[in-house]
């Protein structure tokens, strides 16, 4: 009888391996249509330039989330396996959730484009779209730096030659077997400042901007077909 612990890792298997591929396939597709959409639209508002930006990142997105689970799971290549951290570590893990944050910036960004429409202060109040996308794509990359800079593929058991092969970083073998694992950043005190002010403003203070603009966008629009 499996264990809970062995029961969460097959299901969360199975679900990676033959449900989450689909799921970003339709993604790649309906994102390719809205960016081929949006991209007709001639419009001077930069709104429908953030709509753009948004369709790319958010197809950039599961582009990387499906090339991932492709070549983890269909290719089945041993989870202990350098090439396989490399790509846990860079594609999924900190590519993945930059551009996570870089959506959810994106969003906000439309959501007060769009307020300031409803408002009629659109062309009272500019946004730089080239300067708001620069700033957001900053944000975006630094708030990945404490990440990349406490982990590290490191050799759990390895023969006593410095150099690894080719097909040892591709197999995993007594002899060559990696890992990610925390350095000794991790453990400082700037660190975990850093870190916690990063999720706290990546995991609360902007979800919270994003929908506190929605709700008064549909308190206005409420307003709006009312009168």
Not at 62 to 79: A, E, G, H, W
Not at 210 to 217: A, D, K, T, W
Request: glycine share 2%.
């Amino acid at each position: 009888m499996l264990s809970r612990i062995e029961y969460g890792k097959d299901l969360r298997d199975f679900v990676w391996k033959n449900v989450l591929p689909y799921i970003c396939l339709v993604g790649i597709f309906t994102n390719a249509i809205n960016f081929s959409i949006f991209s007709r639209i001639k419009s001077k508002n930069t709104i429908y330039k953030f709509f753009i930006l948004h369709s790319a990142a958010d197809f950039v997105y599961f582009l990387l989330s499906f090339v991932y689970f492709f070549l983890k799971y269909s290719l089945k290549m041993p989870s202990c396996s350098y090439i396989v951290n490399v790509i846990d570590l860079y594609l999924f893990s900190i590519s993945t959730t930059a551009l996570a944050f870089y959506l959810l910036l994106v969003e906000i960004m439309i959501a007060f484009k769009r307020l300031l429409i409803v408002l009629n202060l659109n062309q009272n109040v500019r946004v730089n779209f080239k300067s708001s996308t620069i700033v957001i794509l900053f944000f975006s990359i630094l708030t990945q730096v404490p990440y990349m800079l406490t982990r590290e593929i490191r050799t759990i058991q390895t023969n006593n030659s410095s150099e690894q092969s080719i097909s040892d970083k591709l197999s995993c073998s007594v002899d060559s077997r990696f890992e990610i694992e925390r350095n000794a950043i991790y453990d400082t005190r700037s660190y975990r400042y850093a870190s916690s002010f990063i999720n706290l403003f990546r995991g609360v203070i902007a979800p919270a901007a994003l929908l506190s603009l929605n709700i008064l966008l549909c308190y206005k629009y409420k307003r709006e077909i009312r009168l």
